[in-house]
């Protein structure tokens, strides 16, 4: 194997050709240089120089040879460069898993907004994957960062997590309804309606939690429809087929003919996680990682 310290050397010694000359250019003394050139052409058994009294040049060989130092010397600065830029975290790629809430929420577009806002070389590889899958990807390093409706364990030994959102509910109503020009909804309003359900791909037990949570507030619903993606409800509720609970960070993307109500008093809430692995192989994901639970913090 070259000695990259090797080539430099003689690099400067064919340009000066004067190992004097070399040796002052390089701050090291005349007879190591003289060393290291003569251990070189030991190494490839290849004569580079032609030696006098006078002064040293290159042999034909020596002048092929340089030219391709210089080329190998000039790659293994960028290589050193690149290699800076990604311990840095300015370059380089994410592999992220995400569910449908991650996006519609703002959570992840915000994030990237904000990650290629200072490193627009980055490539973003997003999947759109079950939050069990997600997990695994993350075991298996071939995921870097996951956003998921459910947290691994607390004791997981590989995996850490925190929490991004935690979305309140926001009550859908068509224009029409006449709870939709109603300053505050109460409980006892909303008993007899005939409600959408969102049952989340995600969590099968989503269903179940929802009525749960609306006993606990004071009404059961009647649901009469039932949808796995909000924003399906939403096109629901604007044809008149019923009332559903969005999460407040889908207010903007409610479609005509909807109107959203506050529910203050109904405590259930759609939570997204944000989980890496515990070993840290590569600071972007340090990097994004903190840049989404500043977001959350703000």
Same mark, same amino acid.
């Given at each position: 194997m070259l000695d990259l310290r090797q080539l430099q050397y003689f690099v400067v010694v064919a340009e000066e050709e004067h190992v004097g000359r070399a040796a002052e250019k390089l701050h090291i003394s005349q007879s190591p240089l003289s060393r290291q050139i003569a251990q070189l052409e030991e190494r490839l058994g290849l004569m580079l120089f032609e030696r006098s009294q006078q002064r040293i040049r290159l042999t034909r060989d020596g002048r092929v040879? !340089? &030219?391709e130092a210089r080329s190998l010397l000039t790659h293994a600065k960028r290589l050193e460069s690149l290699a800076q830029r990604l311990g840095r975290g300015d370059e380089g790629g994410l592999c992220i898993g995400y569910i449908e809430h991650a996006m519609h929420s703002g959570v992840l577009p915000n994030g990237l907004r904000v990650l290629r806002a200072s490193r627009?070389?980055?490539h973003i590889a997003l999947y759109n994957m079950h939050s069990a899958e997600q997990l695994e990807g993350l075991r298996q390093r071939? !995921? &870097?960062?996951a956003l998921l409706v459910?947290?691994?364990l607390a004791d997981d030994p590989d995996l850490l997590c925190a929490r991004v959102l935690d979305d309140p509910m926001l009550l859908a109503l068509p224009e029409s309804h006449p709870l939709a020009a109603v300053a505050?909804?109460?409980p006892a309003d909303l008993a007899g309606l005939e409600w959408i359900a969102v049952r989340h791909k995600?969590?099968?037990l989503s269903r179940d939690e929802f009525v749960a949570a609306c006993a606990v507030a004071g009404f059961t619903p009647n649901i009469k429809m039932e949808a796995t993606e909000p924003l399906t409800a939403l096109g629901l509720v604007a044809a008149g087929l019923g009332v559903a609970a969005i999460q407040q960070s889908l207010r903007h993307q409610a479609p005509a003919g909807v109107v959203l109500l506050e529910l203050p008093w109904f405590a259930y809430r759609t939570p997204l996680w944000l989980v890496w692995h515990r070993v840290n192989l590569r600071p972007l994901v340090g990097i994004f990682r903190e840049?989404?639970?500043a977001l959350a913090d703000g």
């Open positions: 040879f !340089l &030219d627009p070389q980055l071939s !995921l &870097d960062i459910e947290p691994p505050q909804v109460a995600e969590s099968m840049t989404l639970l």
